[in-house]
């Protein structure tokens, strides 16, 4: 972190930064005009969806009951336990789940992404495809934009039910029933709370992919560069990913909630 706020690190952080938007632009062209390989999308998203999906469940189970602990003995004491599984339902399905898996995937595959096709580029293999008269964005960048976008959604969704289903289970150990706890998520949560997070994850996938890819396209250095461009790409995303967050959660929901009356009642 201190590189990248170097003078020197801060300039080069905003070279590739330049650069990754250049390279969205080229990603968004290539699937409007492009063919997609399918084949290797559909690597990709095994790489990214179920080699990530034991460590989401897991920390989205544990999340939710976190939150449910914080939560519920505050509730409690304000009379309010009733509303304990809704709050917990919003908070996962509009922010939490989202965020988290988008960090679980920057950390995990973001990474992998800007190790691997960083040492393709030290090594020259880039300059390959090249000769081979073919292009490192159709045959690199789209597979894995592709993956990020389909795949962080649907573990958002995966996480959202587990984390439910964590908070349940403490929940119950606060003496609140199982059936309070559903109808006050069915009484809270809507239709545009669920999608909220799966439209976020498509945001943050393309980031992370895009990224993961710029920071692995523009490595220098040999070995070295490689780590850096790893670290920084991973450094990157996570600070991306939280201000998409501020600025798709105030266009999404602004103003008092039916949650806000629910309380209120």
Do not use: H
């Amino acid at each position: 972190m201190n590189r990248i706020l170097s003078s020197s690190g801060l300039w080069s952080w905003i070279q590739r930064s330049w650069a990754a938007i250049l390279l969205s632009g080229k990603a968004i062209f290539f699937l409007i005009t492009r063919k997609l390989d399918f084949s290797s999308s559909l690597e990709q998203m095994m790489a990214v969806g179920p080699a990530s999906l034991l460590i989401a469940l897991v920390t989205a189970s544990v999340i939710g009951m976190i939150f449910t602990i914080q939560v519920a003995r505050e509730f409690l004491q304000l009379g309010a336990g009733s509303a304990v599984g809704g709050i917990l339902a919003i908070a996962l399905a509009r922010e939490l789940c989202p965020v988290m898996m988008a960090v679980v995937v920057a950390g995990r595959v973001g990474s992998a992404f800007a190790a691997e096709i960083g040492t393709m580029k030290v090594t020259e293999q880039i300059d390959a495809l090249y000769m081979l008269n073919t292009d490192p964005i159709e045959y690199l960048v789209i597979p894995r934009l592709v993956a990020c976008c389909i795949m962080v959604p649907a573990l958002s969704i995966l996480a959202l039910f587990t984390g439910l289903t964590g908070g349940l289970i403490v929940a119950q150990m606060y003496g609140i029933a199982d059936t309070v706890y559903l109808d006050s998520i069915y009484n809270f949560l809507d239709v545009w709370d669920i999608l909220s997070g799966p439209i976020k994850g498509v945001v943050f996938g393309a980031l992370i992919a895009i990224i993961g890819c710029s920071w692995g396209l523009t490595t220098r250095g040999g070995a070295k560069g490689v780590g850096q461009s790893t670290t920084a790409a991973v450094v990157t995303s996570l600070l991306a990913i939280f201000v998409s967050d501020l600025f798709l959660s105030w266009l999404m929901f602004q103003g008092l909630g039916q949650g806000a009356t629910m309380i209120g009642q």
